[in-house]
């Protein structure tokens, strides 16, 4: 599987920045980021959007910052690019990881 060129756009960007700390959060998304752009169709399929998928995190805390649970939706370009389309916080309730 090719390693995938990845775009961010405006609205991603944009929904990084509302979250909180991009410098942490870039950090806690790294490994997550690699695998999209390595094997992006191993991700769940957004039903009735051709070539969108989602991913979720578990949430975590380090000593002087948290890094809430949280869903990504990135869509399938083509066979060399990968657009990251939204990030956004999951509330509790919506979240599979007990913690």
């Known amino acids: 599987m090719p390693y995938r060129t990845l775009v961010h756009s405006s609205r991603y960007e944009e929904q990084l920045r509302a979250i909180g700390n991009v410098r942490y959060l870039d950090a806690a998304l790294t ?57 956004m916080e999951i509330p509790p309730e919506e979240s599979d990881f007990p913690f």
Not at 32 to 45: P, S, T
Request: aromatic share 12%; hydrophobic share 45%; proline share 5%.
């Open 31 to 87: 490994v997550v980021i690699e695998l999209i752009a390595r094997k992006a169709e191993a991700f769940k399929r957004v039903p009735n959007l051709l070539n969108f998928y989602i991913v979720e995190t578990a949430g975590y805390v380090r000593e002087d910052f948290e890094v809430p649970p949280l869903r990504i939706l990135f869509s399938i370009d083509n066979e060399d690019y990968v657009t990251l389309r939204g990030i």
